[in-house]
């Protein structure tokens, strides 16, 4: 277990060294549908955790295979409440039997539907010349440093067949001047070129249009995203932070075959 918190540990340091982090979520990203829940499961008292979350009310809520413990959904978010409401546990739960993540599992089928909803039509895409062999979906700002430094080398990435499909997180916010380079990019003729002149530091003609710019942000703070680059894989998985192409070419490649976190 020691050998488990330690690399959780080098992970976090890892992703927090090759990403630049966001400003902390704003409250709107707790402001979440209200939970739909069969009236036949038994369900723990929220009164509690609703109190502490202003009223918002989780999107699902569900037991879990430890009894007493129910799996609540916040947006992209998972955390545990007991069956009285009092406590409430933030943490990923671990089947030894199985050697399974059960609740990062779980995100990632979250992170996955949400992507999913998105529709590549409306994110900028970067596709390879050949084959599609991996398909990664980037939360990117414009401004970011590794963000930069990771579509710099876009070919690359391509000639490994991966495809690349960015979503907008300007970690400034709404009206910031990162926010407004990416409404310029959407509303420009060539949307391709515009980015990647963007992320050269240059200007593109200020423009405004229909855009996707502040939903795809606030997706962003609902599924965790906390700084940029954050790649999110097919299987609903997040990166955070840069990650060269070769060696994304082999993380992708290692997550065709299943693999217990328990075993590293």
């Not at 940029?228 to 060269?244: A, C, N, Q, R």
């Amino acid at each position: 277990m020691r050998n488990i918190l330690f690399v959780a540990a080098v992970l976090h340091a890892a992703g927090a060294l090759a990403a630049d982090p966001a400003p902390p979520p704003s409250a709107s990203a707790l402001a979440v549908a209200p939970a739909s829940v069969p009236a036949s499961v038994k369900q723990p008292d929220l009164t509690k955790l609703q109190e502490a979350l202003n009223g918002a009310k989780p999107d699902g809520v569900a037991p879990t295979a430890i009894p007493g413990l129910y799996e609540v959904v916040l947006g992209g978010q998972v955390l545990y409440v007991s069956e009285d409401g009092r406590f409430a546990v933030r943490g990923d739960i671990l089947d030894l039997g199985s050697r399974a993540n059960l609740t990062e599992d779980r995100r990632g089928e979250l992170r996955g539907k949400a992507i999913a909803a998105v529709g590549e039509s409306n994110m900028v895409v970067f596709a390879p010349d050949g084959p599609v062999k991996h398909t990664v979906t980037i939360f990117t700002d414009i401004d970011c440093g590794y963000c930069r430094k990771m579509h710099s080398q876009m070919a690359d990435y391509n000639k490994e067949g991966i495809k690349i499909r960015y979503l907008w997180f300007p970690r400034e916010g709404v009206g910031s001047e990162s926010f407004n380079k990416a409404v310029a990019v959407w509303c420009a003729d060539n949307r391709q070129e515009a980015l990647t002149k963007a992320k050269r530091g240059e200007s593109n003609e200020p423009r405004t249009c229909d855009n996707p710019v502040q939903a795809q942000y606030e997706l962003g703070e609902k599924l965790g995203v906390r700084g940029t680059p954050s790649l999110i894989l097919e299987s609903g998985e997040m990166l955070p932070g840069y990650v060269p192409p070769t060696q994304l070419a082999q993380i992708l490649a290692e997550k065709m075959a299943p693999k217990s976190v328990l075993r590293r």
